[in-house]
């Protein structure tokens, strides 16, 4: 069992930064691959980000260009930084760990872009 907790979160002005974490209790190298998802009220939940063991990250066409995911193997954490924010990023943003035939899930982090 993974636990992920994430934190960050917080109200940003439109055009500014944030970074949120994530933060495994085990290796995070463990997992294939993990992600940054979010959900908007009234909306479904979508992938933001993710990135596997080996380095290859993937980026949802609404963020590419804006939002970063990395990892600290040494810390055990995902990060997600988000520059350019606009009020549509506006979520409960999740943090998403897999392994073979395991999904973990974190507790999720409010992201509040406004003016």
């Known amino acids: 069992q993974v636990q992920l907790v994430e934190s960050g979160g917080g109200l940003v002005q439109p055009g500014g930064s944030l970074r949120v974490s994530c933060a495994a209790s085990?290796?995070?190298?463990?997992?294939?691959?993990v992600a940054w998802y979010r959900q908007a009220p009234g909306k479904q939940r979508e992938l933001v980000a993710s990135?596997?063991?080996?380095?290859?990250?993937n980026y949802a066409d609404s963020v590419k260009g804006r939002f970063t995911v990395s990892v600290d193997n040494a810390k055990n954490t995902v990060v997600l930084q988000m520059n350019s924010l606009k009020p549509e990023d506006t979520a409960v943003y999740y943090c998403n760990g897999r392994n073979i035939g395991m999904t973990y899930w974190g507790q999720g982090t409010q992201v509040t872009v406004s003016s």
């Open positions: 085990r290796s995070i190298s463990s997992m294939y691959v």
């Open positions: 990135i596997t063991n080996s380095g290859t990250t």
